[in-house]
């Protein structure tokens, strides 16, 4: 069994503030996780994954996630918002053995001038 | 090809009516999937195809709805007597390797936006 939590489902930060999206998983086995990201009007894309390679992952546009096993956590941050990053932000979490991907609600990221 | 493809892109049915979705998945992507995206929701698993493997199914929310996969590429979302309740977006991804499918991420289509009036 899996399933992922995102705290907030919507954040408001400045543009260059810092970008903190928080997400939580639970899973039975090993995960991947996974950030996607949605731009208003078009479909979801993969930002990011966590595949046991390394626990800091880097990711496009500047994103990276840190996966903390002991917080059961995969926290998606940028140091630098720009206005282009407003966005809705899903985190995912899959079984080792299984394809089929569990989403979070969603995170809607808006960035104020 | 290039992308995810998905057609209709968007779909307006009376309620009671059946509809037929399509996708066509990234060249060589073994894994099929369909999920719903709702209103101001997140995405619901509907159903995965793997190669030549039975289909996991367990998202399927009634027996209205179906899906087939044809030759391991296209496959067809069917929802049979549709319902207000459907109205939502239905995505499809694919992805790569059959020895690591769970860990490469989606690519996912732009979805087709039904609307049951």
């Known amino acids: 069994a899996q399933s992922v939590t995102q705290l907030g489902s919507h954040v408001s930060v400045s543009e260059g503030a810092l970008v903190l999206l928080r997400c939580n998983y639970s899973?039975?086995?090993?995960?991947?996780l996974f950030w996607y990201v949605q731009y208003p009007n078009q479909g979801l894309q993969l930002l990011l994954k966590?595949?046991?390679?390394?626990?800091l992952v880097k990711g496009i546009n500047g994103f990276e996630a840190e996966f903390k096993k002991s917080e059961t956590s995969f926290h998606l941050t940028k140091p630098s918002a720009h206005m282009s990053d407003a966005a809705e932000y899903f985190c995912?979490?899959?079984?080792?053995?299984?394809?089929?991907?569990?989403f979070g609600d969603g995170t809607t990221l808006t960035v104020k001038p | 090809g290039a992308g995810v493809s998905q057609s209709p892109s968007n779909k307006v049915t009376e309620k009671g009516k059946d509809v037929e979705l399509r996708c066509d998945p990234i060249?060589?992507?073994?894994?099929l999937y369909w999920y719903r995206q709702s209103l101001g929701q997140g995405l619901e698993f509907l159903i995965y195809?793997?190669?030549?493997?039975?289909?996991?199914k367990s998202g399927l929310p009634s027996d209205r709805f179906s899906a087939e996969r044809t030759g391991g590429s296209v496959s067809t979302l069917t929802i049979q007597r549709t319902q207000q309740e459907d109205s939502a977006v239905y995505l499809c991804?694919?992805?790569?390797?059959?020895?690591?499918?769970?860990?490469?991420?989606?690519?996912f289509g732009s979805g087709t936006r039904l609307t049951v009036v």
């Open positions: 995912a979490v899959s079984g080792s053995n299984a394809g089929k991907s569990t």
């Open positions: 060249s060589g992507h073994t894994a």
């Open positions: 966590y595949t046991s390679a390394a626990t």
């Open positions: 991804a694919s992805s790569s390797d059959r020895a690591s499918v769970g860990g490469l991420g989606y690519t």
């Open positions: 899973s039975s086995v090993p995960p991947y």
């Open positions: 195809f793997q190669g030549n493997s039975a289909p996991d």
